[in-house]
C-alpha cells in the first residue's frame, strides 16, 4: 500500500500470503460458494448480493466480512456498509439472522440455511477525512457504487465468508450494463455482454482480484512474458489509458529488467479511478498491491505530467509487493484472519524494502539521475527523523493496528526504505560490491516462495545465514532494537555524505501546510487569512484573503489548481509575474517579480571517489 500525502495536502485546501491466480478451474463437484452480485438495480446507490449457501452440519452459523484486509494495516469495518442482511430456507422463508458485531451476523436454524441477501452501500461517498480520517476506509481499498457510470469492486467490500468455509471455491456472478466493462486480471468465463463470472478457489484469492466496471478504456501490453493491463476511469474523458500507457510501459520494462528473475504471475492489471473531489468522491490518494493487480486513485484535476509522475512512484511500489510479502511473507499473512487479525514483525522489509526498490531501480534502470536518487533519501531521512526514531520497528509491525504504534505507520515508507538502503549498502561492502539487497531476495524467494510462508521470529536468522554476521547484527541493534540508524556511516561506506544547501521552497504549498484556500462554494483560490506569509506574497503585497484570479493571464479556480501549482514550481527568482486579483469586492492587477522562498537543507552528495566501484555497484549493479 502507497499513501500519498503530498496529495492530502492539497484536498485539505478545498474544504475550509496468496497465491496469485487469475484462471482457475473449480471442479463442478466440489461444493462451492456461489455469490452474485447486481449491477443492474441500483437503489439509493447501494448493491444487492446474494449469496448461495454451502451445506451447513450446525444448528448455528455466521457469516462475516473483513474488518481488515492484507496491506492496510487498519481497521475499516466493511460490515459497516452492509444494510437489510437476510437469510432464506430454501423455501424462501426467513431465518433469524442477528448482527452480532460491526462485521458479523449470527444465523439461527443454520442447517436449513439456502442463501443470504444483503445491500451494500460504497466507502467513497463516506469519507469525511479527506480519504485519511479515522473512520475513513482507504479509497484504494474502498469501494464505488455510481449506477451506469463507475463500480470500484474491492470485493472484500462486497463478498463475505461462513464460518469455516474460506477454503471452498468461490463463483461470483456479476450482472452489469452492456455499456460497461469489467476490468481485472481474473478470466470471465461468461462471453456475454451482461454477464461475468469468475472462479477462485478460495475466498483469500478471490479478495484479491478487484474489478473496476466502467466505459471500456484500457491498453494491453507484453512485458518479458507477462500481459500488463492498464484500465482507467476518467469521468471527464481528461485522461485515457492510452494517454498515459507509452510512461507505465517504459516504467515497468525497467522494473522487470531490474527484478530478474522473480516473476510470481502471467498477467498484472493496473486499475486507475480518477477522482472528481467532490464531496461523494474518493479522496484518499494512492494505491493498494495486490498479486495480480494495482487499484490506484488520483485526482483528475491533476495535471498529466504530475499524474504520470505520481503513476510511476505508486505503481513501481505496489508492483515491487509481487516480491515481499506476496511472495516472501510470514505464517501471519499465509494465514490472515480477516477479523481476529496477527500482524507480522516485518513490516520493515514488505514496505520498506518495496519503497526502496520502488527507487533504487529508477536509477539503476536510468530513469532518473544521481541527484534526484540521492535527494529522494535526504527527504527519506529528513522524513524518518520526525518519526519516532527509538521505537523498535519489529514492535511497531506487530502492533500497528494500535495506538501509539498505528501512528508510527507512515514510518514504513521513509525509515522503512533506508533500513532497505543500509541493508543493500553492507551486504555490498561485505561482499565486495558482488552482492546487494535483491541478490537477498531472489535468494528468500526460493527458500520460501508464494505456497511457503516462514516464522516471523526466524526471519532475521535466516538471513544472516544467506548474508553476513554484520547484517544480522544490523538487524538486531537497528531493526528490532531501539537504536537510531546512523545513516550518514552508511552512506560513507560508498563514498556518499552530508550536505547543507539553500533550495527553492513550495510557494504555495510548504509541505504539508498550504498558503492558499479554496472556497467549496464557487470554487475561487484565495490566500490564506491568518498565515505568516513568505517574501513571494510580501514582495507582491498579496494579503490574507485575497481572491487570486489569474496569473500570467491564465485564469485559474478549483478546476484547474492542479496547473496552478505545477506551474509555479516551474518560476525562477526574478521571473517577471502579473497577478489578477480581488480585494475587498475589487479586482485590481498586482505586477512584480517572482522572489523565491529558500529553506535550508540537508542534501547528499558523492564526494569519496576511493568508494566509486563500490558505490557503483550499489547503484548499478
Known amino acids: 500500500m502507497k499513501k500519498l500525502l503530498f496529495t492530502f495536502a492539497f484536498s485539505s485546501l478545498f474544504w475550509a500470503g496468496k497465491a496469485s491466480t487469475t484462471s482457475t478451474s473449480v471442479d463442478p463437484k466440489k461444493e462451492k460458494i456461489e455469490v452474485t452480485i447486481n449491477l443492474n438495480d441500483v437503489k439509493d446507490d447501494q448493491v444487492l448480493v446474494t449469496v448461495k449457501a454451502p451445506k451447513i452440519k450446525t444448528n448455528e452459523i455466521t457469516y462475516s466480512l473483513p474488518k481488515t484486509v492484507p496491506g492496510t494495516y487498519s481497521i475499516d469495518d466493511y460490515g459497516k456498509y452492509i444494510a437489510d442482511f437476510k437469510a432464506y430456507d430454501s423455501k424462501g422463508n426467513l431465518l433469524t439472522a442477528t448482527k452480532t ?356 521470529a526466524d526471519l532475521f536468522a535466516k538471513i544472516t545465514s544467506l548474508t553476513y554476521p554484520e547484517v544480522g547484527a544490523f538487524l538486531t541493534k537497528y531493526v528490532s532494537g531501539p537504536t537510531p540508524i546512523p545513516y550518514y556511516e552508511y552512506l560513507a561506506k560508498v563514498g556518499v555524505t552530508k550536505t547543507t544547501k539553500k533550495v527553492a521552497d513550495g510557494i504555495f504549498l510548504k509541505d504539508q501546510v498550504p498558503y492558499i484556500g479554496v472556497n467549496k462554494e464557487n470554487k475561487e483560490i484565495f490566500v490564506a487569512p491568518n498565515k505568516q506569509l513568505t517574501i513571494f506574497y510580501t514582495n507582491l503585497n498579496l494579503r490574507g484573503g485575497d481572491v487570486i484570479l489569474a496569473i500570467n493571464d491564465k485564469p485559474y479556480s478549483l478546476d484547474n489548481i492542479y496547473d496552478m501549482i505545477s506551474e509555479s514550481q516551474k518560476w525562477k527568482e526574478n521571473d517577471a509575474i502579473t497577478i489578477k486579483i480581488r480585494r475587498d469586492g475589487k479586482e485590481e492587477i498586482v505586477k512584480g517579480t517572482v522572489k523565491l522562498p529558500y529553506i535550508e537543507t540537508e542534501g547528499l552528495e558523492a564526494t569519496n571517489s576511493s568508494k566509486a566501484a563500490l558505490r557503483a555497484t550499489w547503484l548499478k549493479g
Not at 534526484?372 to 526514531?389: L, P, T, V
Request: charged fraction near 20%.
Open 101 to 456: 458485531d460491526d462485521n458479523t451476523w449470527t444465523i439461527k436454524n443454520a442447517k436449513s440455511l439456502a442463501k443470504v441477501t444483503y445491500l451494500v452501500n460504497d466507502t467513497f461517498d463516506t469519507e469525511k477525512g479527506r480519504g485519511f480520517g479515522k473512520d475513513d476506509v482507504f479509497s484504494p481499498a474502498g469501494t464505488n457504487i455510481d449506477a451506469n457510470k463507475n463500480f470500484m469492486l474491492n470485493l472484500h467490500g462486497f463478498v463475505g465468508y461462513f464460518q469455516d468455509k474460506k477454503e471452498l471455491p468461490y463463483t461470483v456472478t456479476i450482472t452489469h450494463p452492456a455499456s460497461l466493462w469489467g476490468a481485472t486480471s481474473m478470466i470471465d468465463k461468461d462471453a456475454s455482454a451482461t454477464n461475468d463470472v469468475f472462479e477462485m478457489p478460495l475466498y483469500s484469492e478471490l479478495l484479491e482480484n478487484p474489478i473496476m466496471y466502467s466505459k471500456p478504456d484500457y491498453t494491453t501490453f507484453t512485458v518479458d512474458g507477462m500481459d500488463i493491463q492498464i484500465a482507467v476511469y476518467s469521468p471527464s474523458g481528461k485522461f485515457t489509458a492510452e494517454s498515459i500507457t507509452p510512461e507505465m510501459k517504459t516504467m515497468m520494462t525497467a522494473q522487470k529488467t531490474f527484478l530478474g528473475k522473480v516473476n510470481s504471475t502471467k498477467k498484472y492489471t493496473v486499475i486507475l479511478y480518477l477522482s472528481t473531489m467532490t464531496p461523494t468522491d474518493a479522496k484518499g490518494f494512492g494505491a493498494l498491491e495486490h498479486p495480480t493487480a494495482t487499484t490506484v486513485v488520483m485526482p483528475e484535476m491533476m495535471p498529466k505530467d504530475e499524474l504520470v509522475k505520481q503513476m510511476k512512484d505508486v505503481v513501481s511500489h505496489e508492483f515491487f509487493h509481487i516480491v515481499t510479502p506476496l511472495t516472501i511473507h510470514s505464517k501471519e499473512i499465509q494465514y490472515f484472519d480477516y477479523n481476529a487479525p496477527k500482524m507480522s514483525e516485518h513490516l520493515w522489509m514488505y514496505e520498506g524494502v518495496t519503497e526502496y526498490f520502488a527507487n533504487l531501480f529508477q536509477i539503476n534502470q536510468g530513469l532518473i539521475e544521481e541527484d534526484e536518487f540521492y535527494s529522494r533519501i535526504a527527504e527519506k531521512i529528513q522524513g524518518a527523523n520526525a518519526m519516532n526514531d527509538t521505537m523498535p520497528f519489529t514492535t511497531m509491525s506487530a502492533n500497528v493496528l494500535t495506538e501509539p504504534y498505528k501512528d508510527q505507520y507512515l514510518n514504513v515508507y521513509q525509515k522503512g526504505a533506508l533500513i532497505g538502503m543500509c541493508l543493500d549498502i553492507q551486504i555490498r561492502e561485505s561482499s565486495q560490491g558482488k552482492r546487494g539487497i535483491l541478490d537477498l531476495m531472489h535468494q528468500l524467494s526460493n527458500e520460501y516462495g508464494i505456497t511457503k510462508p516462514f516464522n516471523d
